[in-house]
């Protein structure tokens, strides 16, 4: 998987339908943290949908959008996880998503390789990780 340098945001939102047309809430965080701006048009990958999405249907904010509970970051500082490597992004670094789709980029790390890492730095929409432990290859 290649993740380009122009990724500005991941998050989880909901496909809504109003009079046959479909659309996208954007948290108004990624509008006050000038990620995204509004009025303009941005190119958008979509991912499986997020498990018991269902269960999330009253869990909105003021704003209509998903509630901080579902925008917050699902890793903290300090926390420890153990990732495979899914792809290497264009400054060569791995890349591991985690719950929500949550991309965690790991430095010195390759393609399907499984390390533990201790999260350095979550942001809303990425985090970064350094590897603590390789495990060895299965197989």
């Known amino acids: 998987m290649n993740i380009p340098d122009a990724l ?3 998050y989880s939102a909901r ?5 046959g047309r479909y659309y996208l809430t954007v948290p108004a965080r990624e509008i006050e943290s000038d990620t995204l701006t509004a009025n303009e048009t941005y190119k958008l990958g979509i991912l499986n949908p997020v498990e018991n999405s ?11 959008s998903a509630s ?3 925008d917050s970051p699902p890793v903290s500082a300090g926390e420890r996880r153990t ?7 264009d400054k060569g670094d791995g890349i591991a998503r985690i719950d929500r ?4 980029i790991v430095p010195e790390t390759d393609v399907d390789e499984r ?11 990425v985090g970064f990780a350094s590897v603590i432990k390789r495990h060895a290859e299965s197989g």
């Open 83 to 89: 990732v495979t490597i899914e792809g290497i992004g």
């Open 115 to 125: 390390v533990t890492v201790e999260v350095d730095q979550a942001r809303d929409n």
């Open 101 to 104: 789709g949550y991309v965690l």
């Open 54 to 64: 269902a269960d999330h249907s009253s869990d909105k904010g003021t704003d209509g």
């Open 8 to 10: 500005r945001t991941v």
């Open 15 to 19: 496909l809504n339908e109003k009079n």
């Open 68 to 70: 901080t509970k579902d």
